[in-house]
């Protein structure tokens, strides 16, 4: 949670608006490209300048916009929860042709799609609400969100993998999550090295 106190209103909603910013690594560097690009083409931009070291990944990402013929209805919006204290952005959440809607999540990584992802989406869907581009704070469960799948996207492709994102999943990111919080308190759960009480103080 960094070192913003987020058991304030206050303090969450900075949270939440500073979540699309935290970038921790390389991959995340390059997904996030991958990802603003997406969001353009998601919405019809046809002028895009695409850096080189991109290409492959847009021309897929493009492939994947046109092969699930998805109609955008969220994109790019931070997501939070005040009872559980956690905020974080998901990428898309659109319809599908046959009115499905599906919580994507886009994966540049070289190891593909984790297991894992599935607590992340989670946490997304069954958020207490979104931030609208206005700054309104809007109840997730009025999106209706009905199932969730990562896509990943590679230079020469693209896979779609389908993820549990359950009320069972959402309860296993909530201990997740605890122990996480756990880990920054730990350091004080351990005292000093101490004598026996009767023993004397050397003077």
């Known amino acids: 949670m960094g070192e913003k106190n987020i058991n304030t209103e206050k303090g969450l909603i900075e949270h939440l608006k500073g979540a699309p910013n935290r970038i921790r690594d390389g991959a995340a560097v390059r997904g996030t490209r ?6 353009s083409l998601i919405f019809g931009a046809d002028d895009l300048e695409i850096p080189e070291d991109l290409k492959g990944h847009v021309e897929s990402c493009a492939k994947f ?4 013929k998805v109609r955008p209805l969220l994109v790019e919006l931070t997501v939070g929860s005040y009872r559980w204290g956690y905020a974080g952005t ?3 959440i659109a319809e599908l042709p046959d009115g499905r809607r599906v919580l994507f999540d886009y994966k540049t990584g070289r190891s593909g799609v984790w297991p894992e992802t599935a607590l992340q989406l989670a ?3 069954y958020a207490d609400a979104y931030l609208a581009e206005d700054g309104t704070e809007i109840p997730m469960k009025e999106v209706g969100v009905t199932e969730s799948k ?9 896979d779609v993998v389908p993820l549990i994102t359950d009320g069972t999943v959402f309860k296993t990111f909530l201990h997740v999550l605890q122990v996480a ?3 920054d308190v730990m350091p004080a ?3 000093e090295v101490e004598l026996p009480p009767w023993t ?4």
Not at 150 to 158: F, H, I, L, S
Not at 200 to 203: A, D, G, L, V
């Open 34 to 39: 991958v990802h603003k690009i997406a969001e």
């Open 65 to 68: 916009i046109k092969d699930w």
């Open 90 to 92: 998901f990428d898309l």
């Open 123 to 125: 946490a997304y869907r």
């Open 150 to 158: 990562a896509v990943w996207v590679r230079a020469d492709g693209y």
């Open 181 to 183: 919080k756990a880990v």
């Open 189 to 191: 759960w351990k005292g």
């Open 200 to 203: 004397k103080t050397p003077s």
